[in-house]
């Protein structure tokens, strides 16, 4: 589980076994190999008779399985199904999809719809250019709000205090060497896309990289999600990339969100 992660297992409704099994899950997130039982068990917390146990049970229901070349342990097929199940009956990525094909139509370049989970974002549509690596058109792929176009333009939809606790809470660490860390640099970049009404990041999370992020409100005028079309430096300047694509997210974000 992430580190922001909470649970109150003191309530007699929760149920510890559910969550040991999601903790063994969660150990893959930043797996970038098959797991062993002593790996899995060092990065959930827990005893590797527990873990043995609770991998034996999510392997008999497809949730683990052995990796084809028996090096260890990886998630099993079955794990597809309940992200399928999120994305279909998730009303802000139905309303999204039409409107999100539209602006890929439109400006030829990458466009993504990400969700606001805590500190971070959750990319739930991938809508890839040219080019685009395999990794980066995963669905579930993960950002952090502080650095990032959308989380800036989420953040900028906040209240100062909200934006000075994600700032404190999150993990800071540099992704390029340009990527602001500093609490004062990111404050005023939400205070640029507060005035802008989108928010612009330039390789912040990619060396080469620029992105627009526009945030998605819910029916209470609250950030919930985030528009990001990106492209590269070599072929855009950032006045010319805003001045071209920031009118069409906007408009997007808006035929997106609650009204």
Same mark, same amino acid.
């Given at each position: ?14 149920? *510890? ?13 930043? !797996? ?14 827990? &005893? ?14 497809? /949730? ?8 260890? /342990? ?49 990319? !739930? ?24 176009? &959308?989380?800036? %333009?989420?953040? %900028? ?17 540099? /992704? ?27 390789? *912040? ?18 950030? *919930? !999600?985030?528009?990001?079309?990106? &492209?590269?430096? !070599? ?25």
């Amino acid at each position: 589980m992430r580190a922001n992660d909470t649970a109150n297992s003191s309530d007699p409704l929760f149920v *510890q076994s559910i969550e040991r099994a999601i903790r063994v899950l969660s150990s893959f997130h930043q !797996a970038d190999k098959p797991l062993t039982l002593a790996e899995i068990a060092q990065a959930c917390g827990l &005893g590797k008779s527990a873990v043995q146990r609770v991998v034996f049970t999510l392997r008999e229901l497809g /949730y683990i399985e052995r990796d084809p070349a028996d090096r260890g /342990y990886v998630p099993g097929l079955r794990v597809l199904d309940h992200a399928l199940d999120h994305l279909r009956l998730n009303p802000l990525v139905e309303r999204a999809s039409p409107v999100l094909l539209e602006l890929r139509r439109n400006v030829r370049e990458r466009v993504d719809l990400s969700l606001l989970d805590d500190l971070r974002l959750v990319y !739930a549509s991938r809508l890839q250019s040219k080019r685009e690596t395999f990794y980066a058109t995963l669905v579930g792929h993960s950002v952090p709000v502080f650095c990032t176009s &959308g989380g800036r %333009a989420i953040m %900028a939809a906040m209240g100062d205090d909200e934006v000075d606790d994600i700032i404190e809470r999150s993990d800071r660490r540099p /992704y390029t060497p340009k990527t602001d860390v500093t609490p004062q640099a990111i404050r005023a970049a939400v205070d640029e896309a507060r005035g802008n009404g989108y928010a612009l990041a330039i390789e *912040q999370i990619q060396a080469g990289e620029i992105a627009i992020g526009v945030a998605i409100l819910n029916s209470d005028g609250r950030p *919930q !999600a985030a528009i990001h079309v990106a &492209g590269s430096l !070599a072929e855009w300047s950032p006045d010319t990339f805003s001045a071209r694509f920031a009118p069409l997210a906007m408009e997007a974000a808006r035929a997106i969100g609650w009204r």
